[in-house]
């Protein structure tokens, strides 16, 4: 697989998990509940509908495109497994009279251990459902990454 391939993929996932933190960070500040499992299910649920529908998708595709998800879904809780709450961890941090660099390397190291476990399952699937699609589809997801990719 190519290297820009690789590296979207990789980004992709660490975005999506960041952004679902964020998510669910905000939310609780503002009174929204946490995504339970069935939440969770609901919404891939419809990630997985939308894409298809967009691209077309046949049976096969579409189970690979599962996996991709619940290997993104795994991710996701090993990066944040262990952890409490996400602001708590931040806020610990300048509890103190100085930054506390060597709590800050330990949480560092946990989540990049987390993306180092995971990572390669995540790029597994995301080969192999990119790798299934039909060349047309293929050109499809390379527009919407264009189009969406801003570099700014």
Avoid at 111 to 131: C, H, M, R, T, W
Wanted: glycine content about 8%.
């Amino acid at each position: 697989m190519k290297t820009w391939i690789k590296r979207s993929l990789i980004g992709l996932a660490i975005a999506t998990t960041l952004v679902g933190g964020l998510a669910v960070a905000h939310g609780q500040r503002h009174g929204w509940h946490r995504f339970n499992e069935a939440d969770i299910a609901q919404m891939k649920e419809r990630m997985v509908d939308r894409i298809g529908s967009k691209l077309a998708l046949d049976a096969t595709q579409k189970a690979k495109l599962n996996l991709l998800a619940d290997q993104l879904q795994a991710q996701r809780q090993a990066l944040r497994a262990g952890s409490g709450e996400p602001r708590a961890e931040l806020q610990s941090l300048i509890a103190g009279p100085a930054f506390d660099r060597s709590k800050a390397s330990t949480l560092l190291n946990a989540k990049l251990g987390a993306v180092q476990a995971q990572g390669p399952g995540v790029i597994s699937a995301a080969a192999d459902f990119y790798d299934s699609l039909k060349p047309e589809q293929q050109t499809q997801v390379r527009e919407f990454m264009s189009r969406h990719h801003r570099g700014d």
